[in-house]
T-cell receptor, first 114, second 113 residues
């Protein structure tokens, strides 16, 4: 079974802090994604990566950056956390190629910015 | 800009009822439409998917109906059970352009015993 592991289930940080969210997948997937989930807004794509050291902006990249130094690990960085970044963050991975491959999600990190 | 619109936002049914969740899309290049199911405390997981060359697909108690001309598709859950209580997301993708999904807003389904 594919396993996508997010380093923290709950995280509380302060405004202005630099925050790192880590995601690791164990199935040698090429593609990795970061989403945020907010009630009534669904899953919104922040950044994604099709390969090591590659990154593409999603729909809401402002205030975030990412790092993919190894194929299995995709990190989301909040450069200077703000209260409007309080949310549930989900990481996903999928094999490369066509869009009919299922995305495998981690169980999420609930981030609170005080 | 939300390219996939989903309704309703929440839905409550009794056990045995048939909840229906509707989605509409704008981009005619979309050609693969998956549904994801998310239980509390868990990440979403692929439930069922359809391509626009078929009008209906069934997997167990879950059925997708697809109306290409109207650019709409819906999920029906037959004989719903309390264990089906979850959040459901529809999504769309243009298969050949990669695996970037566009998700709907989600529907929180509660099935009462």
């Amino acid at each position: 079974d594919v396993k996508v592991t997010q380093s923290s289930r709950y995280l509380v940080k302060r405004t202005g802090e630099k925050v790192f969210l880590e995601c690791v997948q164990d199935m040698d997937h090429e593609n990795m994604f970061w989403y945020r989930q907010d009630p009534g807004l669904g899953l919104r794509l922040i950044y994604f990566s099709y390969d090591v050291k590659m990154k593409e902006k999603g729909d809401i990249p402002e205030g975030y950056s990412v790092s993919r130094e190894k194929k299995e690990r995709f990190s989301l960085i909040l450069e200077s956390a703000s209260t409007n970044q309080t949310s549930m963050y989900l990481c996903a991975s999928t094999v490369g190629g066509a869009g009919n491959q299922p995305q495998h999600f981690g169980d999420g990190t609930r981030l609170s910015i005080l | 800009q939300q390219q996939v619109k989903q309704s309703p936002q929440s839905l409550i049914v009794q056990k045995g009822g048939i909840p229906i969740i509707n989605c509409a899309y704008e981009n005619t290049a979309f050609d693969y439409f998956p549904w994801y199911q998310q239980f509390p405390g868990k990440g979403p997981a692929l439930l069922i998917a359809i391509r626009p060359d078929v009008s209906e697909k069934k997997e167990g108690r879950f059925t997708i109906s697809f109306n290409k001309s109207a650019k709409q598709f819906s999920l029906h859950i037959m004989d719903s059970q309390p264990g089906d209580s979850a959040t459901y997301f529809c999504a769309a993708v243009e298969e050949t352009s990669g695996s970037r999904l566009t998700f709907g807003e989600g529907t929180q389904l509660t099935v009462n015993p």
